[in-house]
């Protein structure tokens, strides 16, 4: 504990040392208590979920980085890039004189081996790539120059970049144990070069981390003239306690999935406010396309009529969502802009239920609906569908479950459910993140893909869209992908999310990406 | 005595074992693949299949099981699968924020249960009595989330006498790690500012843990006494005139202690499992938030160290309880 101690000052020290003359003036380094989750460890190549994000932003550089709403893709690290005609050979060249939080030269080393360590150990984001990139693929040209060849066509390679962290790696090579590539290691400390650095002795897993503001980050701070010098973050777990929280001034902000009934009572106290953003995060409920009587289109239309959109955007979330037709988010290229949405229709669907009927489909057995019972949304969709299912007199239950349980059960179509409830977030801002993933009939056996739709022309639409490197043309491909996954009704598309985040009033600057949820503390400034 | 310690102790291993060996079978029946979870987003089944291969998970149970207790016998929990950290760390972490939660809610529970039963037994079928029947029947009904929330909006958003989460608040550093309970280590190295905090931190989630405890041993000992004082030796000396204070203090409480003792004694139980939903509300970093992570993400190495700790704890906890039977009551002191 002295040690870390003596961190604490010495860090302090550090930045008191680092900061601009006019923020010593005012005696006091700014900070803010960002109220958000954070991941279960702070290995970027080993966690992978919407946390992550967080620590990925602020303490480590990408190659590519999302930023602003529609989230544009930027160089970030990379200074330029080159794709071979057949979209497989990409060479990326680097920003010079861009160190690490030690000080150290960030080059084309730490790339390769960022990649490598990734691709080797097979966690994290890694499934983004190793369909398609060996790790003995990533090669260093020269200091500020890495070359990728991919194993077969895949333009949405550009896209995913941004997941990947570089990581310094010198410093995790000297942690290494066991090769066990600094995995234990870097699971509690960080080894970037992003615009905050992480304070190991405060870091206490998904309690509490400390991130002190890298004056030295290759970006500069020109852009932000009263950036936050010190982000303390410390979840609130708690949705009635996180507001309190923040009313009361205790933490600055919370995270982006307010709950919708709480957004007047933010709105109404004093100092704070809530953020709406549209984001990329579309809610569906999943049909097993595979299983009687969901192999049957004209049931699954019958499914679909069954559910009140409108009753549940309306009244239940009060309007912060966005009816969205088809997989593909509304506010992404695509996403086909005359799809017709699914509206709630009783009379039609029994008309669709009958022609099933009239089919062979036995629509007699008692059907299943999963739900994760922490998610209060996913609850209230499935009774809202029950409902819809009593009214054609067709019987559905409603069985709690959890994610683990939900990715695990998507292994095969025999264990698959009926149906179940969960939303497709943003990790890379490509159709392959929504349709190309969940439709392509090669990804059965991952949640993703967890309906068991299979379509020839779909596949090979999808197919086509990731190996084009042209962007309109693969809007086509997946325009036309959209319109028939939808008329087959694999799903029931609901809504897009409208991310609500509370926060202080002195929090200023904040600028939401659907990628990691507006948590890039880099734009913030600070008001008193 | 000596003995009798020795033998609970090594009662305590074969115990454990099968607590561990429930547990670890339990994992492996309940649906939810860790593979997969590890995998996370887009992994391919090859891609689960070689992280299964990796971490062991499609060997048999047997030698599953065989290789964690070799780990557990050199006192290692092991790597968690899902974060990388050590699970021994983030144990030594959190286990002394629950217990500190726990000991001052049992301290609430036992002091406060006891010395209202007595004053209910004492003052037998008066307005007091009834009040304190009253209360505890809603003690142990009221949902401890809500009656969690009524407090945090009265005392934290109301009244502002109190803080509304945490252990610390935001920024503040935590005392020297001596014992990780922070109102001793902040005594111990003088920080009597950082103590005042922690304690301060520390009285609504203790008071929404202790509520059903106190509640059970206030009626205990309520109805212990008044089975007490209606045996011979207490009307003997009440007729013989002696005061009554002097009857209760050294003769009926003493006389009446041993049930609400083993009762105090298994509430340590379910405090640490009620503190689940308490560490929860009011963010307190302890085993019960972390075992709760643990179950969602699958994270089997995880939810078997908490099981093994609160085991350990328990078992250890139950041998005091009977050492202090036999400190109340000399006869069960004899038969150890």
């Known amino acids: 504990m002295k040690t870390s101690l003596l961190r604490s000052v010495a860090l302090a020290a550090t930045l008191m040392a680092a900061l601009p003359a006019g923020a010593q003036a005012q005696d006091k380094p700014s900070e803010i208590v960002w109220g958000d989750t954070l991941p279960k460890g702070l290995d970027p190549h080993v966690v992978y979920d919407v946390p992550m994000q967080f620590i990925l932003l602020n303490n480590y550089d990408g190659l590519f980085r999302y930023v602003g709403n529609p989230p544009e893709l ?5 200074e330029g890039y080159e794709v071979s005609d057949d979209a497989l050979t990409w060479t990326i060249t680097l920003k010079p004189d861009v160190t690490f939080h030690d000080g150290s030269a960030l080059t084309a080393d730490d790339v390769v081996y960022s990649f490598k360590r990734l691709l080797e150990m097979g966690q994290g984001p890694s499934g983004a790539f190793k369909p398609v990139l060996k790790p003995d693929n990533v090669t260093k040209v020269d200091d500020l120059t890495v070359q990728f060849v991919l194993d077969k066509p895949y333009t949405p390679f550009l896209a995913a970049l941004p997941l990947v962290a570089i990581v310094n790696e010198d410093l995790v090579k000297e942690h290494e144990k066991d090769g066990d590539w600094g995995a234990e290691w870097l699971a509690s400390n960080e080894a970037g070069s992003g615009a905050y650095s992480i304070d190991p002795s405060t870091y206490r897993p998904q309690e509490n981390v400390d991130m002190m503001r890298f004056e030295d980050h290759f970006y500069g701070w020109d852009d932000n003239a009263n950036p936050v010098d010190i982000v303390r973050a410390a979840p609130v777990k708690e949705t009635s306690t996180r507001v309190l929280a923040l009313i009361r001034g205790d933490i600055d902000a919370t995270d982006s999935y307010l709950p919708t009934d709480q957004v007047e009572r933010v709105e109404k106290a004093d100092g704070v406010h809530v953020a709406q953003d549209e984001s990329m995060r579309v809610m569906l409920i999943r ?55 699914y509206s709630y229709d009783i009379e039609k669907a029994k008309e669709f239920c009958d022609a099933a009927r009239a089919e062979g489909a036995d629509l007699d057995r008692p059907m299943e609906i999963q739900i994760q019972s922490a998610l209060d949304q996913t609850t209230q969709s499935a009774q809202l569908l029950q409902a819809g299912f009593q009214e054609l007199g067709l019987t559905l239950n409603l069985v709690p479950s959890t994610w683990a349980q939900l990715t695990t059960d998507a292994a095969s179509v025999e264990t698959t459910p009926d149906m179940w409830v969960h939303w497709v977030s943003t990790y890379f801002v490509d159709p392959e993140n929504w349709i190309g993933q969940m439709y392509d009939s090669q990804f059965h056996g991952t949640w993703k893909a967890s309906s068991w739709y299979q379509n020839d022309k779909v596949d090979e639409l999808l197919r086509e869209a990731r190996a084009e490197t042209d962007q309109s043309k693969r809007a086509t491909l997946y325009e036309e992908a959209s319109r028939i996954v939808v008329e087959d009704a694999a799903d029931v598309w609901i809504y897009n999310t409208v991310q609500l985040r509370g926060l202080s009033d002195k929090v200023q600057g904040y600028k939401f990406s ?10 913030i400034s600070i008001e008193d | 005595m000596f ?14 074992f099968g607590l561990l060996l429930l547990t670890f079978v339990m994992l492996q029946m309940v649906p939810g693949d860790p593979a997969a979870t590890l995998a996370g987003e887009n992994a391919t089944p090859e891609q689960i299949a070689e992280i299964r291969q990796k971490f062991g998970f499609d060997d048999p149970i047997v030698v599953q099981f065989g290789r ?6 050199q006192g290692d929990f092991g790597v968690s699968a899902y974060s990388r950290r050590p699970v021994g760390d983030d144990i030594v972490l959190r286990l002394p924020a629950t217990l500190e939660l726990t000991l001052v809610a049992l301290g609430i529970a036992a002091v406060g249960g006891i010395l209202v039963g007595t004053l209910a037994a004492v003052w037998h079928n008066s307005p007091f009595d009834h009040g304190v029947r009253i209360l505890s029947v809603a003690g142990l009904a009221v949902a401890s989330f809500w009656f969690a929330i009524m407090l945090q909006m009265l005392f934290a958003m109301e009244l502002d006498w109190l803080p509304l989460r945490g252990r610390l608040p935001t920024g503040l550093a935590a005392p020297p790690d001596v014992t990780g309970l922070y109102l001793v280590d902040s005594l111990v190295a003088g ?3 950082t103590f005042w905090q922690a304690l301060q931190h520390l009285i609504l989630p203790a008071f929404t843990l202790s509520l059903g405890g106190l509640a059970t041993i206030a009626r205990f000992t309520r109805s212990s006494i ?18 009554k204070r002097r009857i209760i203090l050294p003769y009926v409480l003493r006389n009446s202690l041993v049930s609400p003792v083993t009762q105090i004694g298994l509430l340590f139980g379910q405090l640490i499992a009620g503190a689940v939903v308490v560490e929860s509300i009011f963010d307190w970093p302890g085993l019960g938030s972390y075992l709760v992570e643990a179950i969602f993400t699958s994270d089997y190495k995880a939810i078997l160290a908490v099981t093994l700790v609160v085991g350990v704890i328990y078992a250890a906890v139950n041998i005091v309880v009977d050492l202090i039977h036999g400190i109340i009551d000399p006869r069960v002191a004899d038969q150890m």
């Open chain 2, 68 to 73: 964690y207790l070799g780990q557990i016998a």
């Open chain 1, 74 to 78: 930027q160089p970030w690290l990379a």
């Open chain 2, 226 to 243: 008044i089975e007490t004082m209606q045996r011979d030796f207490v009307t003997y000396e009440e007729a013989v005139g002696y005061p």
């Open chain 1, 287 to 341: 049909m097993n396309n595979q299983r009687p009587p969901f192999d049957n289109k004209n049931f699954r239309k019958c499914v679909s009529h069954a559910f009140n959109y409108d009753g549940f955007i309306s009244i239940i979330l009060k309007d912060y969502a966005i009816r969205n037709a088809g997989p593909i988010p509304n506010n992404l290229w695509g996403a086909p802009a005359d799809l017709e949405p």
């Open chain 2, 3 to 16: 003995r009798f310690v020795l033998r609970r102790i090594l009662l305590m291993v074969p115990v454990l």
């Open chain 2, 191 to 193: 920080q009597f500012g």
């Open chain 1, 514 to 523: 659907p990628v990691g949820s507006g948590g890039d503390i880099r734009w």
